[in-house]
Nanobody, 124 residues
Framework: QVQLVESGGGLVQAGGSLRLSCAAS????????MGWFRQAPGEDHVFVAS????????NYADSVKGRFTISKDNVKNTVHLQMNSLKPEDTAVYYC?????????????????WGQGTQVTVSS
């Protein structure tokens, strides 16, 4: 099993920035990619960004390209999501995800594990 713990959510005004972090523990050797999804009230989980552990290949949803940056710290088994120029429509619960890198998957990530989620609220 792999445990994923998110941190860094909160309330920010539109145009502001937040940095989310996700620390993986347990059988981390069983995953080779991590990423972020988000879920707004009444909606499904939506892919945000992913990164593979070895080559650092990144994937982003069109809605966040140019504003969000995903990065990794292999030593600490941690992935970060730097979110800039935040918009009210970015408001959601953000979930960390861990699994296997898949080039043919739209998100680049086949999810095996989920974190508990962290709330991000962007006020207008």
């Amino acid at each position: 099993q792999v445990q994923l713990v998110e941190s860094g959510g909160g309330l920010v005004q539109a145009g502001g920035s937040l940095r989310l972090s996700c620390a993986a523990s347990g059988r981390t050797g069983s995953i080779d990619a991590m990423g972020w999804f988000r879920q707004a009230p009444g909606e499904d989980h939506v892919f945000v960004a992913s990164i593979d552990w070895s080559g650092g290949i990144t994937n982003y949803a069109d809605s966040v390209k140019g504003r969000f940056t995903i990065s990794k710290d292999n030593v600490k088994n941690t992935v970060h999501l730097q979110m800039n120029s935040l918009k009210p429509e970015d408001t959601a619960v953000y979930y960390c995800a861990g699994g296997r890198y898949n080039y043919y998957h739209s998100s680049g990530l086949e999810v095996d594990y989920w974190g508990q989620g962290t709330q991000v609220t962007v006020s207008s």
